[in-house]
């Protein structure tokens, strides 16, 4: 009975000296204050689109840049800013800085304002679905220009037809730009 009561003792205290139960969850207000630092200096347009901490410390972020692409060397400065002014005595983490994929929905209001011209996916709350290029980003909407085949009454045949759509930006569920070849 007592050696099974040290030997409990001994698992309890071990266990609270483990180095998975003594790491501290990252504060994500640091790290985004790290990589605005970074933003700030490089100051080239470059923004956060998303920044997410698992419960196992890894740090993914997403960075996109008002006009023309994340370049690698973007992606290397923000990713040594974070690791520099972090402890890894104190915390161990794992760390992806990337651009944001053209594969992902928009998470962020600059993303469509650089991508006016180009064809958007776009799902609304109440499941609508429209399909068009984006002429413009308005104050709380944008406006897409979805080109549809409707019957012709008079020739019996289908011809194309233009609308003009204005869709608020808070019905919006999800848009995707639709990637092309041509």
């Not at 929905?105 to 469509?112: A, C, F, S």
């Not at 109440?126 to 549809?148: C, F, P, R, T, W």
């Not at 759509?165 to 019905?171: F, H, I, R, S």
Request: charged letters at 30%; one cysteine or more; proline letters at 2%.
């Amino acid at each position: 009975m007592y050696i099974c009561t040290t030997f409990m003792n001994e698992c309890s205290e071990r266990g609270r000296k483990s180095p998975l139960l003594l790491q501290e969850m990252l504060d994500k207000k640091l790290i985004l204050e790290l990589i605005d630092e970074r933003i700030a200096e490089l100051d080239n347009g470059l923004y956060v689109v998303e920044l997410t901490i698992s419960s196992s410390n890894v740090i993914n972020v997403e960075l996109d840049k008002i006009k023309g692409g994340v370049s690698v060397n973007d992606c290397v400065s923000v990713s040594r800013n974070i690791e520099h002014n972090l402890d890894r005595e104190k915390q161990d983490f794992e760390l992806h800085v990337s651009s944001a994929g053209l594969d992902k929905p928009i998470r962020h209001i600059n993303q469509y304002s650089k991508n006016i011209g180009r064809s958007f996916k776009v799902v609304m709350n109440n499941g609508e679905k429209y399909e068009g290029e984006l002429m413009k980003l308005g104050e709380a909407s944008i406006v897409i220009k979805q080109i549809s085949l409707q019957k012709s009454e008079e020739k019996r045949r289908r011809i194309q037809v233009e609308e003009i759509l204005e869709l608020p930006l808070t019905e919006i569920k999800e848009s995707k730009i639709v990637i092309s070849f041509k």
